[in-house]
């Protein structure tokens, strides 16, 4: 095998597929004890700044479509303003910066723990958070994003002007993509598994979204396929032709695109409009996930099935 795969347990789905309720703020004021100490050190890094990469825009823009949320954000938040440095879904206005006081997302950073709002309209939250409801704003779903587990810098988050639900499983998903954001936020050009790589094979980020992925869509009964590429077609794997794929390389140089919410049918008329775009002549191998099967199954016999 090309690379290690380590089973992790699917989780129960009366558990995993729950609606969370609204969560309660650890600081209700939005503010930590630290809190100046981390606004120092965010200030420091001079994220406000940055000009957002097209790596960063590939983890919102997949996010909102695999979530299927109008709005999707990577939030900075320093010791007096919350600044956007990525979106999707708000077109082509430029990147605001909000006082902190009226932003949501410093009740996910003071605590460090994600924030789930179904209707704000309806949350004791209201009183203090009156600028982003007139905005809009009804549903909120945030993570931290945290360097090294000490630092928390800001949320990626997602927003609808509707009441939503989010899950268990759907949480514990976007968490796991919080953290290839993270990679993204301090340089690190090789950690997404949806954009194409010059330089090293992603397959533990590739194996840790495959394995949050699964679990969701096991929970909400839907269908995720592997397809596998010739090695001459990888060159396009950027072009995925589907927002929601994500992908790797093997060893031998074949790509491994996984397409959730597309059944076998489905990803093989996406796998082959890459063949095709590439003008290799090779037809994709696909496979579908059998209903119990987990993520390391799945890639082992897609695996097992090109040797």
Known sequence: ?????TSAPLPDRAVAGRHLAETTPT?????????????????????HGRIPDEHL?????????YFNFPMGFINILGSTHEKII???????????AFPRGGSICRYVVA?????VIPDLSQSPLLPDNQAPHDMGIRAYVGVPLTDDGTVTL????????????????????????????MRYLKGDSGAAPWMAHQQGHPWEEFHRLGVA???????AQQPISLAVLP??????????????AFFTLSESGDALVCYPLSDEAQAKTLAQDLIDASGWQAAAEIFDADMMETWPELCERALEGRV
């Open 111 to 115: 605590g460090n723990h994600p924030m």
């Open 86 to 96: 990525v979106k999707a879904g708000m077109g082509d206005d430029p990147f605001p």
């Open 231 to 244: 090695g001459a077609s990888t060159r396009t794997v950027q072009d995925l032709g589907a927002v929601s």
């Open 27 to 47: 600081f209700p004021n939005g503010l930590s004890p630290s809190d100046a100490e981390r606004s120092r050190i965010v200030d420091e890094m001079d994220l």
């Open 57 to 65: 825009q590939a983890v919102v823009r997949w996010i909102t479509h």
């Open 154 to 181: 800001g949320t990626l988050c997602l927003t609808d002007t509707c009441p939503r639900t989010f899950s268990e499983s759907q949480l514990e998903l976007l968490m796991s993509i919080a953290q290839t954001a």
């Open 213 to 219: 992925v699964r679990n969701d869509l096991w929970v």
């Open 1 to 5: 095998m090309p690379f290690a795969l």
